[in-house]
């Protein structure tokens, strides 16, 4: 059990461009979903925790209207990157909670030319 | 201020030797803990939790932890690794949902 998806698993755009990328959790409901930053070698960064139907909470440093975040089900929560940059290059990871554990996606490579 | 520290980054282990990784953590209050692994490439999976009662806890792919109040600490063990253990261990403590993660363990198992 315990099941979250990503799609896509690995994106290349041009920059100026908007990507999306979706989470799902397949087989629970998940009230919050947390999206996640990494760079190579390194832990995890929370990007913003999404609860469904409100506004996302975003932590400091992070751009929110460049990472849009929609979370409009129990199932599923979206990031936008707009007017994605190279330096927008990196692994996004995202994961559902059932209030006392988070379940990671496979995560989505992205690559901004 | 909140934070976990696993304070090796990188160990190599003989296929078949013990294994523990450390994780030593603060937090106000009692957390819940846990222990992730990330394979190259991809997201993480869930190896253990603990909450509350029994201070061992066992997980998947034979991995167990113990925690120790006196000591904030909640390391990974396992008895006798695998080549497939090869990856990256996170330990992570938080409440509520929200994670605070170790900067990673690199696992490498020579043959």
């Known amino acids: 059990g315990a099941v979250v998806s990503q799609h896509p698993s690995w994106v290349i755009c041009k920059s100026g461009t908007s990507v999306k990328i979706e989470c799902r959790s397949l087989d629970f409901q998940a009230t919050t979903m947390f999206w996640y930053r990494q760079f190579p070698k390194q832990s995890l960064m929370l990007m913003a925790t999404s609860n469904e139907g409100s506004k996302a909470t975003y932590e400091q440093g992070v751009e929110k209207d460049k990472f849009l975040i929609n979370h409009a089900s129990l199932t599923l929560s979206t990031l936008t990157v707009t007017s994605a940059h190279p330096e927008d290059s990196s692994f996004y990871i995202c994961s559902a909670s059932d209030q006392e554990t988070q379940y990671f996606g496979p995560g989505t490579r992205l690559l901004v030319l | 201020a909140q934070s976990v520290t696993q304070p090796d980054i990188h160990i190599t282990v003989s296929e078949g030797a013990s294994l523990e990784l450390r994780c030593n953590y603060s937090?106000?209050?009692?957390?819940?803990l846990f222990w992730y692994v990330q394979s190259p490439g991809q997201g993480l999976q869930l190896l253990l939790k603990?909450?509350?009662?029994?201070?061992l806890v066992q997980g998947i792919k034979g991995f167990e932890a113990e925690f120790k109040r006196s000591q904030s600490s909640f390391n990974l063990r396992k008895p006798s690794v695998h080549w497939s253990d090869a990856a990256e261990y996170f330990c992570a403590v938080g409440a509520w949902g929200k994670l605070i993660f170790g900067q990673g363990t690199e696992l490498s198992v020579k043959p």
């Open positions: 603990y909450f509350s009662g029994d201070t």
């Open positions: 937090y106000g209050a009692t957390p819940y």
